[in-house]
Nanobody, 114 residues
Framework: QVQLEETGGGLVQPGGSLRLSCTAS????????MGWYRQAPGKQRELVAI???????NYGDSVEGRFTISRDNGKNTMYLQMNSLRPEDTAVYYC????????WGQGTQVTVSS
């Protein structure tokens, strides 16, 4: 079992920045990859960014160049630095941890609005 705790969502103006954190506990040694997904009202959940166990990263097309995913192995914590936020980035952001089994955080709301 893996437990995930997310923090860092909130309300921000367009062009602003936020940083999300996700801390994993439990059987984290089985880590293969972890990442962030988001779901806006009426839309399907989509990939935001993912970091693989070898350190490589991938991003969704809509966030490439604006968001940065990183991981602190010692703290079992993953971060998503979000810059140049746009209203269309508004969504619930979910942390995902994959060991062969998918684990999901409870989600954190990000709202980009003036």
């Amino acid at each position: 079992q893996v437990q995930l705790e997310e923090t860092g969502g909130g309300l921000v103006q367009p062009g602003g920045s936020l940083r999300l954190s996700c801390t994993a506990s439990g059987n984290t040694f089985m880590f293969r990859h972890m990442g962030w997904y988001r779901q806006a009202p009426g839309k399907q959940r989509e990939l935001v960014a993912i970091i693989i166990d070898n350190g490589s990263t991938n991003y969704g097309d809509s966030v490439e160049g604006r968001f940065t995913i990183s991981r602190d192995n010692g703290k079992n914590t993953m971060y998503l630095q979000m810059n140049s936020l746009r209203p269309e980035d508004t969504a619930v952001y979910y942390c995902n941890f994959y060991t062969g089994i998918n684990y999901w955080g409870q989600g954190t709301q990000v709202t980009v609005s003036s």
